[in-house]
């Protein structure tokens, strides 16, 4: 029997590879996980890798056949819906209410029935730019629960924020809100 059902939409980000962690963990743990990933998240892990980890088919697109409901479907079936890691390019996305994408459409069809948690992940410059900081901001005004970012090594090499959080954080929250 599942503990709960998590929508995990992973966007372009080296940290993909630490929410394969995370999403095995779940699964695991016995949480019944649904993967969605931008092409860009797919750049970096392969949709072998998380259907592996998850058993079921990772979403990827609002087009092909049987997938004009999806976004609003998986919302419905969603108990939680995560964003990790989150790039700028998708927070900013998401603050400007656009819907270009599956994320997009996914983030508006939940319209806050269900917990959004979002799980930051980029360049400390991308963090600290005051796009970002608005869009974060503006999500966490509507309601969105925003992770802290992790300090220290960047994959660009720079040290600062902007690390994904650590994925056994993630996790401790999510048992701590099924319990």
Request: charged share 20%; glycine share 8%.
């Amino acid at each position: 029997m599942s503990k709960g059902k998590i929508l995990f939409q992973l966007t372009g980000s080296i940290s993909c590879y630490k929410a394969c962690f995370l999403i095995s963990k779940l699964v695991q743990a016995k949480y019944e996980v649904q993967p969605v990933a931008t092409e860009a998240a797919l750049k970096f892990v392969g949709e072998a890798t998380l259907e592996g980890l998850t058993d079921k088919p990772v979403y990827k697109s609002m087009f092909g056949d049987g997938l004009a409901k999806a976004h609003i479907e998986l919302a419905d079936w969603a108990d939680i819906m995560l964003l990790c890691p989150a790039s700028a390019n998708t927070i900013n996305s998401l603050a400007g209410g656009l819907a270009e994408s599956l994320t997009g459409a996914l983030f508006l069809a939940n319209n806050f029935r269900k917990p959004y948690l979002i799980a930051p992940a980029m360049n400390s410059n991308m963090y600290e730019h005051p796009a970002t900081r608005r869009s974060l901001k503006q999500l966490e005004d509507w309601g969105c629960e925003v992770y802290p970012t992790g300090e220290g090594m960047l994959a660009c090499g720079a040290i600062g924020k902007g690390r994904l959080i650590e994925p056994d954080e993630i996790f401790k929250d999510i048992e701590r809100r099924f319990s």
